[in-house]
């Protein structure tokens, strides 16, 4: 598998983990609002949500830009792009 593959593959991946967990936080928000007793409670909730939501969105966004780099990159640019992925 070529440097370019396993990237795209690492990227692909954490884009999917990304998504998910938006999926998890929006059921577990769901969930909570219909727990909570008060307006107040439930609008926080949802201010919560929007605000967790925003920051993953933007994790994807990144993770996406990266993916879009990798396919045009040099060989030494795309192994930053993997070893930011790795946490090097």
Do not use: P
Not at 51 to 77: C, P, V, W
């Amino acid at each position: 598998m070529s440097l370019l593959d396993s990237a795209t593959e690492m990227i692909e991946k954490r884009m999917e983990q990304l998504n998910h967990k938006i999926e998890a936080e929006q059921a577990e928000a769901e969930r909570k609002m219909a727990e909570a007793e008060s307006e107040k409670a439930r609008a926080d909730m949802q201010t919560e949500l929007k605000e967790r939501t925003r920051k993953l969105q933007e994790q994807i966004d990144d993770a996406g830009q990266k993916l879009a780099d990798a396919k045009s990159a040099s060989e030494s640019r795309l192994q930053e792009i993997v070893d930011s992925f790795r946490g090097k």
